[in-house]
């Protein structure tokens, strides 16, 4: 089992930037796929990042995409959404979740473990 705790959300003006981190508990952190998701009032959960077991494939949402990176530290068991060039339509709660097959890197779904989630508020 895994636990995931997100931090790094707050505040920040358009243009700015975040850095969101999300811990794993126990020694398995590598054995599973991560991704970001984010979820905006009235909204569906959408996919925004995923990063494979070792880090070598990355996918990313076409709306994020030049402007988010995801990565991740297996040593410290940690998974990282680098956010630059924030827009107001970015504002969501952020989750990340872990993902032990990763079939479908996109379907939240799919995933088997949840974070709480972290809020993302961008001011125009």
Request: hydrophobic share 30%.
């Amino acid at each position: 089992q895994v636990q995931l705790v997100e931090s790094g959300g707050g505040l920040v003006q358009a243009g700015g930037s975040l850095r969101l981190s999300c811990a794993a508990s126990g020694r398995t952190f590598s054995r599973y796929a991560m991704g970001w998701f984010r979820q905006a009032p009235g909204k569906e959960r959408e996919f925004v990042a995923g990063i494979s077991w070792r880090g070598g494939s990355t996918y990313y949402a076409d709306s994020v995409k030049g402007r988010f990176t995801i990565s991740r530290d297996n040593v410290e068991n940690t998974v990282y959404l680098q956010m630059n060039s924030l827009k107001p339509e970015d504002t969501a709660v952020y989750y990340c979740a872990a993902d032990a097959i990763w079939s479908y890197y996109s379907d939240y779904r799919s995933y088997d473990y949840w974070g709480q989630g972290t809020q993302v508020t961008v001011s125009s």
